[in-house]
Structure formats: structure tokens, C-alpha cells
């Protein structure tokens, strides 16, 4: 054997920085921007409410989004337990293509889940069309139930998804040992599965809570008036049709407080587990026959068709609308794909620079402002950015901008929390290894961290470009006619009465959502080499 | 020319200390019980973990940041990237962003027919067996040629027939590239087999080296308390 060349010199350490330090400071940059980006509209909003004492209107505003978000909390985890249970004790073509589907209300922008739940539940819809043919008179969609039900339809998935994770975390020995000791199904509930569901239900509903806390597009289309506004509403009719930045500024204030409280709690008591559920094993827990397995099958056949109906409806009435579309569409569908573009590029590389420092050291600041989005809303940020705005420059001229900002901090959080687990497993497995080959900078960037991460990074990024490209928010505060992005777009022609336009666009808008989300995370799955 | 210079390490509650060197191609092996520090001073050698006061210095000068060190190591694990080739494993050992010249890509395919694996370049760690593995990081070492090679029991999962072929390519590495051998071991056979020279690491402190033949016809007594009647 001979020694080998190596191209440098064999001894002397060229003491160049090291990486850690260059991912510190990239990460302590992102972390000034995000902070500076939140709290500087923060700082416009109290300043300008100064002086200003919510009135009845806006208390009635705060009674209502508490209301509402706590009934939608409440309805959707205990409608989620059978579901839950159902998919958990029992197999069945379809079934993971069922829990998959539950995956897609998270990413379906909101404008188009309701248009889909006014043509089931609405005037004219399926519901009522049933209801006169028996001669009962008609149910109305609008007004609180009717937001609730949109909460639940959105949110009843993501319950499920996880309660199901619970279950799915009940070791089967212990169902086993149950067995042998004779439980019946009752005593199987009171023994294993009330103490799982006394963990995971709070969690849950907390979470379901705070997401309805900022409900904006579902107030918009099926709430309104004085008896069903939320605070996020209430921001936008004060600065869009009252042109009221004092009462916006209080409005927004109360909502902040709202979030902050929701968002910290939320965080002391969640799991971050909502996203992968539905591994299976190979030994189901008890499934008791009987009435029971009657009842696990209508309660999966209820669920599914909860899900399916209203998003075929839309793709029924949307289809013959596709010929028939206004010119506006497409210029906000090419604005709507570059606010999707670029808010999930900004905002997944944001999160992984910020989970790598932290992977790397432990920071309770950079943990800290990466939830600090949660404490916000779409329009308290909007309307923080119009006041700081609006001395400079026309508003409108900013919508684009400030749409594809709002949506970079508010989907940042969620990629953080996604990217942390895998950044950390990433440094603990490979940190020292590639600091003893001197793998820094942008080299272990390709080597080593886009591949091993290509997953989680392609999943974050499609769904945080599904979730801008839908966001149905700070785009209505800033857009002028000429502006709009696509969900606006269906949300005036709803507005219109255009039904059939609007479901065609919705249709678009719901097609371009989910083939962006499927195309990042398959980029994903595709470069991870594993 | 490896100096521990009245070195003290803490992490936590433990604390070792060294105060010895290591010549350029001495063989040396490091053994000791369970958690007395043998990995947590070969992290230190490599710029891993910062030492609390002395000093680490190569011929005289205080070392640089982990992998600027004249250094190679192998670790119990991980010592190959899963995603990548064999080929970019070993690439990855002369230039970090793997660009690499026609000679240094030949350099690569050198090392592997070396180490026995002529041809597994385009593999990746997956496809080799726990022993091809073990190969393959010590290629990467042969093609680094730092003066001072440390093993962290990377052979520990190997059966001993096995383990034992590995040793002698690790010797027949170290006498390739003139480097001197660091290697902490559980097995006093390993010691005798490849290393001249063993340090004693028990009760907080990095013995400095003697003959490997002397300290194990004569353990002293934290010695004999580790290996009890196996020996």
C-alpha cells in the first residue's frame, strides 16, 4: 500500500469558521425578520387603538368567536371518538384510502369547503331537496350552526386523524390481556381506551379551538350579520366597508389577546402528532361483533359521504361552469400560484434554518418566535401591515407582497414543528461524521441535509403551498378589483350568485391546491435516496 | 506528535484527565469499563466536545475546529452517509463539496480495490455487508491520510474471525499512510493483537501508554477489577 493523494495539506488545521456558527447566524437573521415582521404590525395596531374601547358590537364579536370555536372543538372530537374507533378496530377495502382523504379538509381551501357544504346543506342543496319531497320545510345554512358545521367538516378529519393515533398507541397486549380477563366491551372502554381518550381529546379540541379562533372565509360566506360575526370578520367590515382604523386596531388587539392565550395553551398541551397517523399492526384490538359492527359500518359510511358529498358537489356543478369562465380567473390563478410559490419556498426554508440551528443548540428564543405566528391571525397581520402601510403607499399596490408574507409567517410554524423531530434525528445521527470530513455550508446542504430531509421538506412545503394558494384572508383587507387571487375570485362570484362560475373556479382552485401539495411532497419522496 | 498536555475533561459530573503523547505510527490501544471516558477522549482528540483546561496540541500547536484536525475517525456507527454511494462516501473524505479531479476520482477507485471492494464504488452502504462497511470507512481513512487515525469500536458488531481481518487492514492502513493509531477496545485480546502500547482509562483518568504486554501480565488493580477472571 501506498499513502494516497489527497490534495491538501496532511496536518496543519486551516482554522476557517465553522459551519455552526454560519447556521447560528442564518438562523438569528431569520429569526430578527420573522420577530420584526410580527411584532412591528403588533406595535401599529397599539398604537393606533390607543383611545378606543371595544364597543357592544365588537364584545358581541368576541362571544361569538368563542362560542363558535368551542362548540366546533366540542362537535367535531366527539363525532371524531366513533369515527376513530370504527377505523381503528376494524379493516375494510378503502380504508386507507378513507384516512388519506381525511387528510385533504387541512389543505382544501376554505372558500371552496364551503361552497361544497352550501350545495349539500344550502337552499337549494341536496339536504333541502329531501327534506321538501317528505314536506318539511327548509333548513338554512346560514347563521351559527351553519358555521359550525364548516368547522366540523374541516376540522372533524383532523380529529379523527388524531384519536385514531391514540387508539393506535394502545399496545395490543393490552387488549390481549383484556381478552383474557374476560372485558366485555364495556369494560374495555372504561379500562384502556377512557384513559387514552382523557390524553388525547383535550389536545384535540384545543387545537380544533384555537384553528377556529381565526375563522375568517367560513364567517364570511355562512356567518355575517350581528348575531354571527367573528372578531376576524368584524376586523375586515371595520377597515373594508367602515374604513374604521381605530376600531380595526382595537378589533385586532382583542383577536391577538384571543390567539396568544389559545396558541400558549395549545402549546402546553398538544401533541404534535396531528400529521402521520394510520400505521397499521398486524393484531387488530377487540372487535366486538354484533350490533357493533353494525354501527362501526354506518358510522364509516356517515363519515365518508360527510367528506365526499359536498367536495363532489363541487365538482359536479363546477364541471359544466369550466366553459363558461370570466377572463379575471386567469390572471388570479397565475397570482394565486405565485403566493403559493413563493410563501412555501420562503417559509420552508425559514423553518429548516431556524430547526437546524435549534436541532443543532438548544434555543428557547428561536423556538419561541417560531410560534409566534400562532399568536397572530391573517388580519391582525394584515391589518398591523395596512396601518404601517397605508402613510406610504396605496395598500393595494402591497397585496401581493404582503398576501405571500402573512402566508410565509403563518404556515412557518407548522413546517417548524414538522422539521425539528427530523432535524434533530439528522444532527444526532450524522452531525459528527460530517464535521470530521469538514462537510459545511452549502456542501452539507446538498449532501447531507436536502437529501436526508427531502421528505419532510417536500410534505412542508405542499402544505404550506396548499394552505397560501387557498388562504381566503389578509388578500380580501389589501385586493382592489384588478388584484384579486383565486379564492377571492370564487368568493365574488359566490357574492354574485354566480353558483355555477363560482363552483368552476373553485374547482380550478381546489385541482391547482391539492396537484401542489401532491407534487412537493412526490418531489420529496422522490429525492430522498433512502 | 500527539501532546495531552495536563488535559481535564468534563462533561456533566464526569471528569477525565490525561497528561501524556502519542509518536508518529505508535499503536495504541485505549481500554477501560463501561463509561470511564474512552470515547468521550477520543471526541476531544477529534474537536467534538472542548476540553476544560491543558491542552491538545499536534507537534506543538494547538488544534483548529473538528475536521480541520490531522485526524480521521471511525465511530461504533454511522460512519457512512446511507443516501450517498460508496463512491461519494470516499469522495466526500478529499473534498467536502465532492468535486473532484480525474486523480482524485481514481484515488477513490485505489482505496477501494485496497480495502478488498474493487468495483462496489457506484453501492450504497445498504447493499454492503456490516464488514464491507467497515471496509469502506477505513478506505475513506487510507484516503485522507491524517497522521492520527482513531477508532471508536467500530468493529464492535463484527463476529471475531471477522473483527480480526479488520484489525489487520487497519494495521496494514496505519502502515500506508504512517499514521499513529488511537483505538479503544473492550477486549484485551484486540489490544494484544494490533497495539504495542495500551492506556489504562479508569477512575477519572487516561493512564499514560505502556507496553501492552507488561500491563496485562501485571494489571494493576483497577485493571484486574474490569477484566475479573477472564483474564
Redesign the interface.
Known amino acids: 500500500?501506498?499513502?494516497?493523494?489527497?490534495?491538501r495539506p496532511?496536518?496543519?488545521?486551516?482554522?476557517?469558521m465553522?459551519g455552526p456558527v454560519i447556521t447560528r447566524l442564518g438562523a438569528a437573521a431569520v429569526a430578527a425578520g420573522l420577530a420584526g415582521f410580527v411584532l412591528a404590525p403588533l406595535a401599529a395596531l397599539s398604537l393606533r387603538a390607543e383611545g378606543f374601547t371595544p364597543t357592544p358590537a365588537d364584545w358581541a364579536a368576541v362571544r361569538f368567536t368563542l362560542l363558535q370555536a368551542a362548540l366546533s372543538a366540542a362537535v367535531s372530537t366527539l363525532l371524531a371518538i366513533p369515527v376513530a374507533r370504527a377505523l381503528a378496530r376494524r379493516r375494510f377495502v378503502g380504508r386507507r384510502a378513507l384516512i388519506t382523504l381525511m387528510g385533504a379538509p387541512f389543505l382544501l381551501p376554505v372558500i371552496v369547503a364551503t361552497l361544497g357544504l352550501i350545495a349539500v346543506f344550502g337552499r337549494s342543496g341536496l339536504l333541502n331537496g329531501g327534506l321538501s319531497l317528505i314536506g318539511l320545510p327548509p333548513l338554512s345554512i346560514y347563521g351559527l350552526h351553519g358555521v359550525v358545521l364548516a368547522h366540523v367538516f374541516l376540522n372533524l378529519p383532523l380529529a379523527t386523524r388524531m384519536i385514531l393515533q391514540g387508539w393506535q398507541a394502545i399496545p395490543a397486549e393490552r387488549f390481549r390481556l383484556g381478552q383474557s380477563l374476560g372485558f366485555a366491551p364495556r369494560d374495555s372502554f372504561r379500562h384502556l381506551e377512557a384513559p387514552m381518550l382523557r390524553e388525547v381529546l383535550p389536545g384535540a379540541a384545543l387545537i380544533i379551538f384555537t384553528l377556529c379562533l381565526t375563522s375568517f372565509a367560513v364567517a364570511l360566506t355562512l356567518g355575517g350579520g350581528p348575531r354571527a360575526t367573528t372578531v376576524e370578520l368584524a376586523i375586515y367590515q371595520a377597515l373594508r366597508f367602515d374604513y374604521d382604523l381605530g376600531r380595526a386596531a382595537t378589533l385586532a388587539g382583542l383577536q391577538f389577546l384571543l390567539c396568544a392565550i389559545a396558541a400558549s395553551a395549545a402549546w402546553g398541551l398538544a401533541r404534535p402528532a396531528a400529521f402521520g397517523a394510520g400505521q397499521d399492526r398486524a393484531t387488530l384490538p377487540a372487535a366486538p361483533g354484533g350490533w357493533r359492527k353494525g354501527m362501526d359500518a354506518a358510522v364509516i359510511l356517515a363519515a365518508a359521504l360527510f367528506l365526499i358529498l359536498p367536495l363532489g358537489a363541487v365538482v359536479l356543478r363546477g364541471l359544466p361552469g369550466l366553459a363558461d369562465l370570466p377572463a379575471s380567473l386567469w390572471p388570479a390563478t397565475l397570482r394565486s400560484l405565485l403566493v403559493a410559490l413563493v410563501s412555501a419556498t420562503l417559509s420552508t426554508a425559514a423553518a429548516l434554518t431556524l430547526a437546524l440551528a435549534v436541532a443543532a443548540r438548544p434555543n428557547r428564543l428561536f423556538d419561541a418566535v417560531a410560534m409566534l405566528p400562532l399568536a397572530t391571525s391573517g388580519l391582525v397581520l394584515g391589518t398591523g401591515l395596512f396601518l404601517l402601510a397605508q402613510p406610504l403607499v396605496p395598500p393595494a399596490r402591497l397585496a401581493l407582497p404582503v398576501t405571500i408574507l402573512v402566508n410565509t409567517a403563518l404556515s412557518l410554524p407548522f413546517l417548524y414543528r414538522l422539521l425539528l423531530p427530523e432535524a434533530r434525528a439528522l444532527h444526532q445521527?450524522?452531525d459528527?461524521?460530517a464535521?470530521?470530513?469538514?462537510?459545511?455550508g452549502?456542501?452539507?446542504l446538498?449532501?447531507?441535509t436536502l437529501?436526508?430531509l427531502a421528505r419532510p421538506l417536500g410534505f412542508g412545503a405542499g402544505i404550506a403551498a396548499a394552505l397560501s394558494m387557498g388562504d381566503l384572508g389578509v388578500i380580501a383587507l389589501f385586493a382592489t378589483d384588478q388584484g384579486a387571487t383565486l379564492p377571492l375570485v370564487v368568493h365574488r362570484l359566490m357574492g354574485a350568485y354566480r353558483m355555477e362560475a363560482a363552483a368552476a373556479a373553485a374547482l380550478i382552485l381546489v385541482t391547482l391546491s391539492f396537484a401542489l401539495f401532491w407534487a412537493c411532497d412526490q418531489g420529496g419522496r422522490h429525492a430522498?435516496?433512502? | 506528535m500527539l501532546t495531552l498536555r495536563d488535559l481535564h475533561l468534563t462533561v456533566g459530573n464526569f471528569a477525565l484527565t490525561a497528561d501524556w503523547q502519542v509518536n508518529p505510527g505508535d499503536r495504541v490501544a485505549l481500554i477501560g469499563p463501561s463509561g470511564a471516558g474512552k470515547s468521550t477522549l477520543l471526541?476531544a482528540i477529534?474537536?467534538?466536545i472542548p476540553h476544560a483546561s491543558g491542552e491538545i496540541q499536534?507537534?506543538g500547536?494547538p488544534?483548529?475546529?473538528?475536521?480541520?484536525?490531522?485526524?480521521?475517525?471511525l465511530?461504533q456507527d454511522?460512519?457512512l452517509?446511507?443516501?450517498?454511494t460508496i463512491a461519494?462516501n470516499l469522495g466526500?473524505?478529499?473534498?467536502?463539496?465532492?468535486r473532484l479531479?480525474p486523480?482524485?476520482h481514481k484515488?477513490v477507485e485505489?482505496?477501494l480495490a485496497?480495502v478488498g471492494l474493487a468495483g462496489f464504488g457506484p453501492r450504497?452502504p445498504a447493499q454492503l455487508s456490516g464488514g464491507q462497511q467497515g471496509r469502506a470507512a477505513l478506505a475513506r481513512a487510507?484516503?485522507?491520510?491524517?497522521?492520527l487515525l482513531l477508532l471508536d469500536e467500530p468493529f464492535a458488531a463484527l463476529g471475531p474471525a471477522l473483527k480480526s481481518e479488520m484489525l489487520d487492514l487497519v494495521a496494514?492502513?496505519a502502515?500506508?499512510?504512517?499514521a499513529a493509531l488511537l483505538m479503544v477496545t473492550h477486549d484485551p485480546a484486540d489490544a494484544r493483537h494490533l497495539c504495542p502500547q495500551t492506556v489504562l482509562v479508569a477512575n477519572g483518568k487516561a493512564h499514560a501508554p505502556v507496553s501492552t504486554a507488561d500491563l496485562f501480565a501485571n494489571p494493576p488493580e483497577a485493571l484486574q477489577a474490569y477484566l475479573g477472571e477472564s483474564r
Do not use: E
Request: glycine share 12%; with cysteine; charged share 15%.
Open positions: 500500500m501506498r499513502p494516497l493523494p489527497n490534495g496532511p496536518c496543519r488545521g486551516d482554522m476557517t465553522g445521527g450524522y459528527r461524521l464535521s470530521s470530513l469538514s462537510l459545511h452549502l456542501a452539507r446538498r449532501w447531507l437529501p436526508r430522498d435516496p433512502a | 471526541a477529534a474537536g467534538f499536534w507537534n500547536q488544534l483548529g475546529p473538528a475536521g480541520t484536525r490531522p485526524v480521521s475517525i465511530f454511522q460512519n452517509f446511507p443516501h450517498l461519494q466526500l473524505g478529499l473534498n467536502p463539496a465532492l479531479s486523480a482524485q484515488a485505489d482505496a485496497q450504497k487510507l484516503l485522507r491520510a491524517r497522521p496494514s492502513v502502515g500506508a499512510t504512517g
